[in-house]
């Protein structure tokens, strides 16, 4: 049995970073930026007005009331015909360049418009610069706006469409292949019967592929014989990854590690001191042309989610040219008491509470161990206890770490 930092270091070392290929920017989503993003527009590309009202001459204003001469109107998309002159102005609406001349705009409710085509301003209202932003005050062409190694979402997503990227380089999204196992388990709609249960890790761990930003390329289910898992291995080990649940244990049915190895899948490591997830199984499958990263989580599914969070999605953010510096720990004090009893570091459920003072602190909830899902659905995360048997008081620091 190995430590978790060192499981991690051996996991890192076989990552190899997929290549990149282009995309139209829509299907970027949840991918690392492989290059670079230059805009090729100032923002904004012109003096452009904030908001609707007239454009003026600041200089015009001394204080007092004002009725100025309009001369002209010009709409976002449109562009002055003409500049303005001393007691002139031109209607102007939000996003619309400002015409030459002007150097403020005042806010249509702050203005009177008079029958001979005239408005009334009010005199002690105009600054110059005033309701306006000059051309390339947020980014300028040629600007590199979004770093390669950037993690796109919806906001970094719309900033490469704004700046002329409508297709992007991203690396390539990981497939994935997931393989269940378990003679005791029955699809989600079927009612279990004796000795039976529910496959849970299935779903819940095809949603984990989905969230980690990869790529589900096939899904089975296999009864804990060589001639099943065998089949479902060899199709799994086609993707850039194999996720196994159950069968990695030391009961007389759990036969992965041995159908792995057969199927020419290079152990680097069994068992790590984690509690939940000690059971865990990783390795590679190299044949020079191919490369799978082949992870065998314990089936219990909250050890098959810890693992999945610390392992899987590590090496999904890898294969994809992201880093890897998690888990990130916060630091929040203990809402309760708490004994904790354990040969190994433990993550524990719990959720994080807002005190009446407005204090953030970790409750741990209550958790019968790696079978209790229930307690793990309603968690925000874990708090991470060192092994031994130590009661913390309330207020303690402990560390947490997000799921
Ligand atoms: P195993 O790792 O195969 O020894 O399984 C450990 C425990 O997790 C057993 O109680 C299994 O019934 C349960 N288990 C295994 N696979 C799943 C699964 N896909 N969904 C729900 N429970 C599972
Ligand atoms: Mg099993």
């Not at 007092?64 to 007691?87: F, H, M, N, Q, Y």
Request: charged share 20%.
């Amino acid at each position: 049995m190995i430590e978790l930092r060192e499981a991690l270091t051996l996991l890192d070392g076989e990552i190899r970073r997929l290549p990149k290929e282009t995309v139209e920017l829509s299907f970027a989503h949840q991918r690392y930026l492989a290059d670079d993003a230059t805009s090729d527009v100032d923002v904004p590309p012109h003096r452009k007005s904030l908001v609707d009202g007239y454009a003026v001459c600041s200089a015009d204003f001394d204080g007092k009331d004002i009725s100025l001469e309009v001369i002209d109107e010009v709409v976002a998309g449109g562009w002055p015909r003409t500049g303005i002159g001393r007691g002139q102005a031109i209607r102007i609406m939000t996003g619309a360049a400002v015409p030459t001349g002007a150097d403020a705009v005042v806010m249509v409710e702050q203005t009177v418009t008079t029958d001979d085509g005239r408005v009334i301003l009010r005199g002690d209202e105009v600054k110059p610069m005033q309701n306006l932003m000059e051309k390339a005050t947020i980014m300028h062409q040629g600007q590199v706006v979004v770093p390669s190694g950037q993690w796109l979402d919806a906001a970094t997503i719309g900033l490469l469409a704004e700046i002329g990227h409508g297709q992007v380089a991203v690396s390539k999204r990981p497939t994935v292949s997931l393989v269940t196992t378990g003679n005791e388990l029955v699809a989600p709609s079927e009612k279990p019967g004796p000795g039976q249960i529910r496959n849970s890790n299935a779903p819940m761990l095809a949603t984990s592929v989905h969230e980690a930003g990869a790529r589900l390329i096939g899904q089975r289910h296999a009864v804990d014989e060589p001639d099943s898992l065998r089949e479902a291995i060899a199709d799994g080990l086609s993707g850039d990854v194999l996720v196994l649940s159950g069968g990695v244990s030391a009961g007389v049915l759990d036969l992965v590690p041995g159908e792995l190895k057969q199927q020419g899948v290079q152990k680097i490591f069994h068992r790590v001191s984690l509690k939940p997830g000690k059971p865990i199984w990783f390795g590679v499958l190299d044949t020079g042309s191919h490369r799978c990263l082949v992870f065998g989580l314990p089936g219990n599914p909250v050890s098959s989610l810890v693992c999945f969070h610390l392992f899987v999605r590590r090496a999904i953010h890898g294969l994809m040219g992201g880093s890897s510096e998690f888990p990130a720990c916060e630091s929040y004090p203990l809402a309760t008491a708490f004994h904790h009893r354990g040969n190994r570091p433990t993550w524990w459920p719990a959720r994080v509470i807002r005190t009446e003072g407005g204090l953030s602190q970790v409750e741990p909830l209550e958790w019968r161990g790696s079978g209790d899902l229930r307690a793990l659905a309603f968690a925000e995360g874990w708090i991470g206890f060192s092994p031994g048997t130590k009661s913390h008081e309330a207020g303690t620091q402990v560390d947490f770490i997000r799921r």
